[in-house]
């Protein structure tokens, strides 16, 4: 697994620094994943491009450099773990709705030498109406398989003016985009060109979709979940 994620950091003009960690965090994902679910992922050289380097490839979406960095919907910690092992000197935060995965990942950050890491229980469009996490962000990150208008929603909020909602989709995600554009803008953001890449050793082509925060976010946002998933801006 290590020797993989290097090869594929070097393709992607990263350092390969990074690697030993990475892998250490696959094998620490899939001896937990025997308990928990974790991911659906199980075979290692498919962990270290599927997960590992597809998460890496947002390093060369946006300047990650001494960021605040917010991982909304985190799951097994993806991207933001992988962020922080590749970019020690942002400061992560780490969402998820699941007690158990954020006790989790509060254990592995530190085993894999990963600080300044706050893993957070809750839910989003609760904590952005919070004074402590709203519109305190550079950068928000969303791997979630949420419609683009529902990820929108729920973290454009946290991002101060000037930072960038990074949305990691799949190549055919244009209509999807374009469906979103209306409530981008209602809720202070402005599309950026998107970032497409393929995942080192691999066929898979995904995108990065970038949204620039250029105004601060109404108050009414975000609406409760429910309402935001049954009637999307």
């Known amino acids: 697994m290590q020797e993989r994620i290097e090869a594929g950091l070097r393709e992607m003009g990263l350092s390969p620094a990074p690697g030993a960690a990475l892998a250490r965090y696959g094998q620490l994902m899939l001896e937990q994943n025997q308990v928990m679910n974790l991911t659906a992922i199980t075979d290692p050289v498919a962990v270290a491009q599927l997960h590992m380097l597809d998460c890496a490839a947002l390093l060369c979406a946006a300047d990650f450099t001494h960021k605040t960095v917010l991982d909304v919907g985190t799951g097994a910690g993806f991207p933001g773990l992988v962020l922080k092992l590749c970019q020690p000197d942002i400061q992560l935060t780490l969402l ?123 108050e009414r946002y975000p609406r409760r979940f429910a309402k935001i998933k049954k009637d999307p801006l």
């Open 96 to 218: 998820d709705s699941l007690d158990k995965r954020v006790q989790w990942l509060a254990q592995t950050a530190p085993a894999l030498g990963a600080t300044d890491v706050v893993c957070v229980h809750g839910r989003a469009e609760e904590l952005a109406l919070q004074r402590e996490h709203r519109e305190q962000y550079d950068i928000v990150t969303s791997r979630a398989v949420a419609d683009l208008r529902v990820l929108a929603e729920l973290c454009l909020p946290f991002l101060k003016v000037g930072g960038v909602f990074l949305a990691m989709k799949g190549r055919d995600s244009g209509p999807e985009v374009d469906r979103a554009g209306r409530a981008i803008t209602l809720l202070g953001g402005r599309l950026q060109t998107a970032y497409p890449y393929q995942i080192p050793g691999t066929d898979v082509t995904h995108k990065v979709i970038r949204v620039e925060k250029i105004r601060p976010t109404p």
